[in-house]
């Protein structure tokens, strides 16, 4: 079964960054980077503190615009697409810091990821009551599989807040996948989590990818990255300074140099 | 979410029943008028709850549309000679385009300064149906004639009980929203709105629509004010509603399925108990708004669950719990 | 010219109240990002003890000023320990707080309904009402006395916030509250600080526009309204700016009447303040919190 979905490098670019610019004022946190995900991959996106991966990151999530350069999800330009339009094509994302709803349970979090594939409207919802009702009940068994996924199925009623940090991730990612997504882009995930969460993650996010799910992640924990990722894109003063499979830029002077030259033990971290 | 959305009607049946049977227990037509503006009053808080307890935007001109709702449907009848069943529609329809049309520059306006530009908005109205004597009868307002139809013309009781279903199905609906896929985007929207955003609420839209409800739920409730009262005068709009109203939300508990109607019920009828006190009237509504808002976040709807969920935790398996009870702990935030 | 200067100082007289309420709302919103909807009745509050002081127990006009001071800074600190802190204290979000100063003010206005009734009440004046001329422009000692002290809080407000430590203290705090603390700022002190300040600034407003006003315990809420207003048009960020604000309003509104429509100089108001916030959500001068979004 990984045959089908790991062809890796030889799909089409399911996402593509062109000549993508930030400029902030007079600064430039991203200056024309370029760089494409192509489906089934787990890229990574990785650099020293400041390179502008974040900045990136939220070029491709639509959380910031593009000052020069143009996005394209699925040969699509997606430029100029507002935030809420995101999940419904496929696009699903986590927060560097988790981002959950507090006032909500669990479960209710979860169902949340499930928002674009309901009815909309309080007039079309109760026009198609009936389907609006089964729908609902859908969802709900999809939502306790995804919860049974994190392994957090008893814990589904439980409030956000009473959870700890590393749970609060993990309903994270399984409410990021109730959108059914076709990539799945992480914001350093591992932050905040201990050895064995951050080991537990990695496992969680492989088996996705053997599903199908086309994933990319900022992370500062290279270890990690370099276990899990296909290809790797390396930032240094939002420039891309290398791309290729892990241990091709794990050898790569420009990173080690990146690195190295200015904050010595951050490889290692 | 089935076997919760019967367990909730349920709960909507009973209260139909005992206000429908009611009537029969009063003897005279000012207590028959009292439970009649309960419901005026419910229909009023459900469409606040669900603004402010359930997304999170304050509106200070809900009494606004609560009194622009009468007096659309005492001028379309009086001016232009329109049946009543074509008034009330109308009525609501206006508000609901009114809604929109604030609504839509309001709503890119958060916490204090939505407060503030509602409440200008229906100072503003207030201002007017009390100086544009000719066109709104200034402060003697407008008379409302009683439904006829023929021969028939609604009695006092008839309109009580018209009253209770409307009120009911604004509750079903309510409950609807709060308990469903609706409700969770609303709340979304007021925990956080751009992980709201990010995960395909138009937050927006989700704004503006449950504004325009809201004001549709106050316009229905100010018509039904303007048949008990057989009149609409500027008091309809004015500060002592909306004082009553955050009353009603507060002690009901924001937020809450049941909250709006037990509030309504403990708002309309405590003054009358307390009617021999008179001037103290003030201070205690000023305290009671303080002493839940501080002591009891979720209102009586938050004391009555946690007494409901004590009687029925022997039978009841633990661990899962309802979502009612989630619904009730999220409150307003 | 007459009728100009007439309608200018009158204006301006109830533009400084409203722009001292102004004042008040914004240096409390700015030590804690709540609104106080209470601010108002510190005002209506300081017009009935002097009527109490001044007419009803005869005392002389320091010993009332003295006392009037006591009620609203009483007030203040009743305000804070029964509904602000609280409500802090279990986290509740700042809209709730505002209905909590709100329950505090339909409260204040339940006691002072118990003390003074319904009725509009005498209030003594301190000053002479007489017209007077000062060069062309027409006015009196209590309009010129009102004027004055909004100039000289303003004075002191911008003395205490650019010219102490403390006050670096509380700008710091408005501009982020959770740095002022990583920096090791009180911000409950400065919290207290503001609401007895506001109190001390609202009450003593109180006490000078009392005769003009008229002696009222419904008049709090108006003014609420009013310096809320004047706190958004001019951008609730800074002090200054709510209370020039206030001026504007107070000034447009007397203008309005006079020569337009003085029968919707009210409703016109309210307009213009809407209109304001369709084009510029954070204020007239409200740069400082849209930059902060």
């Not at chain 1, 009473?162 to 991730?169: A, C, D, N, T």
């Not at chain 3, 001044?54 to 010993?63: F, G, K, Q």
Request: net charge positive; aromatic share 8%.
């Amino acid at each position: 079964m990984n045959a089908v979905t790991r062809n890796i490098g030889e799909g089409a670019p399911l996402l593509e960054v062109r000549n993508g610019t930030k400029r902030f004022g007079g600064l430039v946190a991203v200056n024309d980077v370029s760089f494409s995900v192509r489906g089934g991959e787990v890229v990574g996106l990785i650099g020293p503190n400041g390179a502008g991966k974040s900045t990136l990151f939220n070029l491709v999530t639509g959380v910031a615009q593009l000052s020069a350069g143009e996005i394209f999800f699925d040969g699509k330009s997606i430029t100029g697409l507002p935030l809420h339009g995101r999940p419904s094509i496929g696009m699903s994302r986590t927060f560097q810091i988790v981002r959950l709803f507090p006032g909500m349970t669990v479960l209710q979090n979860v169902l949340m990821g499930f928002h674009p594939q309901l009815p909309d409207g309080l007039l079309r919802t109760l026009l198609g009551l009936r389907h609006s009702l089964r729908e609902e009940r859908r969802v709900t068994e999809k939502a306790m599989e995804l919860l049974e996924f994190v392994g957090m199925e008893d814990l589904a009623d439980e409030k956000i807040g009473e959870l700890p940090y590393g749970k609060q991730r993990l309903v994270e990612i399984a409410r990021a996948m109730a959108i059914e997504p076709r990539i799945l882009l992480l914001d350093e995930p591992a932050a905040g989590l201990n050895g064995t969460e951050t080991a537990n993650l990695g496992a969680m996010l492989r088996v996705l990818n053997e599903r199908g799910v086309t994933v990319l992640i900022v992370e500062h924990d290279i270890d990690f990255m370099m276990g899990l990722c296909d290809q790797i894109v390396v930032l240094d003063h939002g420039v891309k300074i290398a791309e290729g499979r892990p241990s091709e830029v794990q050898s790569n002077e420009k990173v080690i140099e990146a690195y190295l030259g200015r904050r010595g033990g951050n490889a290692e971290n | 979410m089935r076997s919760l959305f019967r367990n909730g009607n349920l709960a909507i049946v009973l209260i139909v029943v005992v206000a429908l049977i009611l009537p029969a227990l009063l003897s005279s037509g000012y207590q028959l008028r009292m439970v009649s503006i309960i419901w005026v009053f419910a229909l009023l808080a459900m469409g606040f709850n669900l603004l402010y307890g359930i997304t999170g935007q304050i509106s200070m001109a809900q009494q606004a549309f609560f009194a622009i709702g009468a007096y659309g449907f005492a001028m379309l009848q009086a001016k232009l000679g329109w049946s009543p069943f074509v008034a009330l529609p109308v009525a609501v329809v206006i508000v609901a385009c009114v809604a929109a049309v604030i609504g839509l520059p309001l709503l890119r306006l958060r916490t204090h300064y939505l407060a503030m530009a509602t409440l200008a908005f229906s100072l503003m109205m207030v201002g007017l149906t009390n100086r544009w004597v000719d066109f709104t009868g200034g402060s003697a307002g407008i008379q409302i004639r009683t439904i006829t139809v023929g021969d028939w013309s609604m009695s006092r009781a008839e309109l009580y009980y018209t009253l209770v279903i409307v009120a009911a199905i604004g509750l079903v609906i309510h409950n609807f929203i709060i308990s469903g896929h609706l409700g969770r985007a609303m709340q979304a929207v007021r925990d956080d709105e751009t992980g709201a955003e990010s995960l395909g609420v138009n937050v927006t839209a989700v704004k503006l629509r449950v504004f325009v409800l809201a004001a549709v739920y106050a316009a229905v409730g100010g018509i039904g004010y303007g048949l008990i009262s057989r009149q609409v005068n500027p008091s309809f709009g004015e500060f002592p509603v909306i004082v009553s109203l955050l009353t009603i939300a507060v002690v009901g508990g924001l937020g809450t399925r049941f909250g709006p109607v037990i509030g309504a019920i403990v708002v309309v009828l405590a003054p009358q108990a307390l009617a021999r006190f008179g001037e103290f009237e003030t201070l205690i509504y000023g305290l009671c708004l303080g002493v839940f808002l501080i002591f009891l976040p979720n209102g009586l709807s938050g004391v009555m669950e946690r007494l409901g969920a004590r009687m029925l935790r022997p039978s009841s398996a633990p661990g899962r719990r309802s979502v009612t009870k989630n619904i009730v702990e999220g409150g307003a935030r | 010219m007459d009728k100009f200067s007439v309608l200018l100082f009158s204006g301006l007289t109830n533009g400084s109240v409203y722009g001292l309420v102004g004042l008040s709302l914004s240096l409390i919103y700015g030590a804690n990002r709540v609104i106080n909807f209470a601010q108002g009745e510190f005002v209506m509050i300081g017009t009935m003890s002097a009527i109490l002081f001044m007419a009803t127990y005869n005392l002389p006009l320091p010993v009332a000023l003295v006392l009037t001071l006591g009620v609203v800074l009483a007030m203040a600190l009743a305000l804070e320990f029964a509904v602000y802190l609280p409500l802090r204290k279990r986290d509740a979000p700042p809209l709730t707080i505002m209905i909590g100063t709100m329950a505090f003010a339909i409260t204040t206005m339940g006691v002072a309904l118990l003390i003074w009734g319904p009725n509009q009440l005498s209030v003594p004046n301190i000053l002479p009402m007489e017209p007077m001329t000062v060069g062309p422009l027409i006015t009196n000692w209590q309009q010129l006395a009102i004027i004055s002290s909004f100039v000289a809080f303003l004075g002191l407000t911008w003395f205490i916030l650019y010219r102490t430590s403390f006050g670096l203290a509380i700008r710091a705090t408005g501009v982020d509250p959770k740095v002022a603390l990583l920096m090791g700022i009180r911000s409950d002190r400065i919290v207290r600080f503001a609401f007895l300040f506001s109190a001390t600034v609202s009450g003593l407003a109180g006490v000078l526009i009392g005769p003009l006003l008229g002696g009222q315990i419904s008049i709090g809420l108006a003014l609420t309204v009013k310096g809320f207003m004047a706190a958004i048009l001019g951008g609730l960020g800074s002090p200054f700016a709510a209370a020039a604000g206030g001026l504007a309003i107070g000034v447009a509104e007397a203008m309005i009447a006079g020569y337009g429509n003085s029968l919707y100089a009210e409703p016109i108001i309210f307009l213009i303040i809407l209109m304001v916030l369709f084009v510029r959500p954070y204020g007239l001068l409200g740069d400082f919190e849209a930059a902060r979004r």
